[in-house]
C-alpha cells in the first residue's frame, strides 16, 4: 500500500483547471464573443424565432414532466415554500398586533 506525500493530500486527482476552464472571465468572454461573431459572418449562426423557442421550451417540458419522482419532488418544495412564508407572514401579523396592544393601540 502506498503512503500519502504531503503533496497529494486533500487534492483529488485530475481537478486541476486546464485549457478554457483556466482562464478568467473577461478572457472566456471574449472568446466566445469572437466565435460568435465568425458564426454569423459565416452564416452558420442560428438564432430562435418565438415559435421556435416555443417549441423547444414546450419539448424540453414534456421531457422533464415524465419524470414523476422530480415532479413530485419540486411539487413538495413549493408547497413547503409557500407554508413556511405564510407562517412568517402570520408570526409577522401576530407581533405587529401585539405591540400595538402594547403601546395602547386597538381601543
Not at 466566445?32 to 418565438?50: I, N, R
Request: charged share 30%; aromatic share 2%; glycine share 14%.
Amino acid at each position: 500500500m502506498a503512503s500519502n506525500t504531503s503533496n497529494d493530500q486533500g487534492k483529488p486527482k485530475g481537478t486541476a483547471k486546464r485549457g478554457f476552464a483556466a482562464m478568467d472571465e473577461a478572457t472566456q468572454r471574449a472568446i466566445a464573443s469572437k466565435g460568435g461573431q465568425a458564426a454569423h459572418q459565416k452564416g452558420t449562426a442560428h438564432e430562435f424565432d418565438s415559435e421556435e423557442a416555443r417549441r423547444a421550451g414546450q419539448k424540453g417540458g414534456e421531457a422533464v414532466s415524465r419524470d414523476r419522482e422530480h415532479m413530485a419532488a419540486i411539487g413538495r418544495k413549493g408547497g413547503e415554500s409557500r407554508q413556511s412564508a405564510a407562517r412568517a407572514n402570520a408570526e409577522k401579523n401576530r407581533n405587529a398586533g401585539s405591540e400595538q396592544t402594547a403601546k395602547g393601540g386597538n381601543k
